[in-house]
């Protein structure tokens, strides 16, 4: 198992978080609302559903915001949202697969169409990219959960694949199927973690430099900040003094 590399920007570079919070609650909402809805209300029943509370919780969302909507989820006023996967090619050969929940198909692939097409990149068809990607489980930690030694040690004693740690904190990697009973087993021995989702990681990062950063980038704000996109993920690697010269 490897333990420290420094596998960055999987899913979103440094920054990111700082994204309009109203805009993230949202995102956050409409993902509690298709969980509970898909399964029991009870995130201590609905594995996914504990997923989408954990991440709205380390997103400090209110817990009467959570609790909506997860009671919206049984009412007449819900929306029916379609899980949506678009995969396409950005700037410097860089693969993306971008995750949309939708309640109108047609919208949102314009709209993502579009941006592609406005910012560098191109669409492609479906299944394009995702072969260069594994499908896995991710549990990620802060940095105050504890050194890299201690969180490999915990990964592994909790049956854990990979664990790759920085100064910004860990990311532990595990098959689909075992994913919560591993993030169980790391609960006891790290605290509750930051978020527990299904990830698609890449197999052959790319390097991303010059000129292509700023337009990959901005290609990606412009995915997270549309509606009815989720999460955008990627194989792009990009260096710290490359992300420094962005300003």
């Given amino acids: 198992m490897a333990g420290h590399s420094k596998f960055k920007n999987i899913m979103h570079r440094k920054g990111a978080q700082d994204k309009k919070r109203s805009a993230m609650f949202s995102k956050l909402s409409r993902e509690i609302t298709v969980a509970a809805k ?3 209300p009870d995130p201590d029943m609905n594995a996914r559903l ?3 509370v954990l991440a709205a919780k380390a997103q400090s969302m209110p817990k009467d915001n959570i609790q909506r909507s997860i009671d919206k989820a049984s009412s007449s006023e819900a929306e029916n949202y379609e899980e949506i996967r678009y995969e396409g090619f950005g ?8 995750e949309a929940l ?3 198909r047609n919208r949102t692939a314009t709209n993502v169409r579009t941006i592609f097409s406005k910012n560098g990149g191109n669409l492609g ?3 394009s990219v995702s072969h260069g990607f594994d499908r896995l489980g991710l549990i990620e930690y802060g940095a105050a959960a504890g050194d890299a030694d201690k969180v ?4 592994i004693e909790a049956g854990a694949d990979d664990v790759e740690s920085d100064e910004e904190g860990h990311q532990i990697w595990t098959q689909q199927d075992g994913m919560h009973e591993v993030a169980k087993s790391l609960e006891a021995q790290l605290g509750e973690a930051e978020a527990v989702k299904l990830a698609w990681k ?3 990062p790319v390097d991303v430099t010059g000129d292509d950063v700023a337009t990959l980038m901005k290609l ?3 995915l997270e900040d549309d509606d009815d996109v989720q999460t955008v993920w990627g194989n792009y690697e990009i260096s710290d003094a490359e992300l420094e010269q962005l300003g």
């Fill in 91 to 98: 700037p410097g050969g860089v693969s993306l697969i971008v």
């Fill in 125 to 127: 068809a479906s299944g």
């Fill in 202 to 204: 890449p197999q052959t």
């Fill in 102 to 104: 939708t309640d109108n």
């Fill in 50 to 52: 504990r997923a989408a």
């Fill in 152 to 155: 490999l040690e915990a990964a």
């Fill in 38 to 40: 898909m399964g029991l």
């Fill in 220 to 222: 990606i704000d412009a």
